[in-house]
């Protein structure tokens, strides 16, 4: 169970996120305020700093996530190398806010998800735990989402449990969206009623905008920058319609979860062919993509605003800093959209900062899981420790 930590009302920690964007690790110094129930009420990011996947080790991942290229013993051995990095990455935020090892109370990885079947219960993050704990001497915790799973949960997404906890607005709901590589929310009702939250994942984020940039522009741009490309395209309505009807995953209702499982490089590839047979341009190929992602997410959020009473929309992820996506998410939701430094969170480093918070939970042998939002038939508090 726990407790694998001393008590006290502060905890220095690092959280450590790779995401499906595979852009490189996220890793974020927080300091936790905890109050006398054992509740996190502050979580301060201290530092932040992401460290760049080189072109190999993102080779290496993507073949590890593909079934065709991938086998055993490279994701064997990949497990072990990325726990590693997830170290590394650990000692340089700490190094880098002038700070020690020995300042932190424990160290929470995500991992990197290299397959995610929720229709099996079954999801694999690697990043080897004892590897950072040995390396870097700190108590370690991770990979969390196979817990949810075995109580029937998707696994995913998991965010929605310190969203729920650190954003709840006392008279006003709220839809807090994070836009990665996949998209998925939080839609907290006010906190002033008794009403629950629900989450899941929407559909894609960036992935699918990600890889038609590379294929269109030959592997010179790997996203569209402030959304500039989509920007100056023309969207096509009607293959919009036809792609969105044509998603079973956007029929599911929430709880639900995603990965590149689905929002794939094929699929990318699919839908540049498509475009092109069309008459389409590369910016108005790319303003239907990411109109794609723009509508699933429209599309998952308005049976619940009058239900929570949602009034605005705060961004986190890379996808915060793609204007059109932005800009079109205000008209179609029609709600003013922040970016979460509104909140004062890092849109960039919020899902490091959760994993923090989340292992803080598993530590104190808490429930850290919200099955609103995955679907789990019981609390359970999920996470791995391995002592330094
Ligand atoms: N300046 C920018 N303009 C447009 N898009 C950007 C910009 N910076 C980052 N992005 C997008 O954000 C993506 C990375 O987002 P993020 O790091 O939040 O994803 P992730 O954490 O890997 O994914 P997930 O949350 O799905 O696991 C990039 O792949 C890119 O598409
Ligand atoms: C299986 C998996 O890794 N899922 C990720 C992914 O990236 C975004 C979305 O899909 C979300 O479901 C989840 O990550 C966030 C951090 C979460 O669990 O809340």
């Known amino acids: ?10 905890y220095m920690a690092v959280g450590l996120m790779s995401g499906t964007s595979l852009d490189g690790i996220d890793a974020a110094l927080v300091e936790l305020k905890v109050d006398g129930k054992g509740d996190v009420h502050s979580c301060e990011q201290v530092k932040g700093v992401t460290v760049p996947f ?3 080790r993102k080779e290496q991942i993507e073949n590890a996530m593909d079934i065709e290229r991938s086998n055993i013993r490279d994701i064997c051995e990949l497990n072990v190398v990325l726990g590693r990095d997830f170290a590394a990455a650990a000692e340089r935020v ?7 090892m020995a300042d932190l109370a424990f160290i929470s990885s995500h991992g990197q998800t290299v397959y995610h079947m929720p229709e099996t219960g079954a999801t694999l993050q690697i990043g080897e735990l004892s590897e950072i704990a040995k390396q870097t001497n700190v108590l370690t ?12 949960g998707e696994g995913a997404p998991l965010v929605p449990f310190v969203d729920h906890l650190l954003f709840r607005h006392q008279e006003k709901g709220r839809v807090l969206l994070n836009i990665g590589g996949m998209a998925n929310v939080t839609l ?11 989450g899941g994942d929407t559909g894609p984020g960036n992935v ?8 269109l522009t030959g592997g010179k741009h790997t996203y569209d920058r402030g959304g500039a490309y989509a920007s100056a395209g023309q969207v096509d309505h009607l293959w919009l319609d036809n792609l969105i009807e044509g998603d079973s995953f956007l029929k ?4 639900k979860s995603t990965g590149r499982e689905r929002y794939s490089r094929e699929m990318a590839e699919r839908l540049v062919e498509e475009g092109k047979s069309r008459g389409l341009s590369g910016e108005d190929i790319t303003a239907t993509i990411s109109s794609y992602t723009v509508r699933s997410i429209r599309d998952a959020v308005t049976p619940f605003i009058g239900q929570l009473g949602l009034e605005d929309v705060f961004v986190g992820g890379g996808g915060a800093e793609n204007h059109y996506l932005m800009e079109e998410l205000g008209k179609e939701l029609g709600m003013p959209v922040y970016r979460m430094e509104e909140l004062g969170v890092s849109s960039e480093f919020k899902e490091a900062a959760v994993f923090a918070v989340l292992g803080l939970y598993r530590l104190k042998g808490r429930p850290n899981n919200a099955p609103e939002a995955t679907g789990a038939k019981k609390l359970v508090s999920m996470g791995k420790v391995v002592l330094p």
């Not at 700490?94 to 020690?100: F, L, M, N, Q």
């Not at 907290?188 to 629900?198: D, E, K, Q, Y």
């Not at 699918?208 to 294929?215: R, T």
Request: charged content about 20%; aromatic content about 4%; proline content about 11%.
């Open 141 to 152: 915790v991770g990979d969390f989402r196979p817990c949810d799973m075995s109580v029937g």
């Open 1 to 10: 169970m726990g407790d694998y930590l001393v008590p006290a009302t502060t």
């Open 252 to 255: 599911k209702p929430l709880p």
């Open 94 to 100: 700490v190094k880098e806010s002038g700070r020690t």
């Open 188 to 198: 907290l009702s006010p906190a002033s009623v008794s009403r629950p939250m629900i």
């Open 208 to 215: 699918l905008i990600d890889q038609c940039m590379a294929i």
């Open 54 to 56: 080189s072109a190999g």
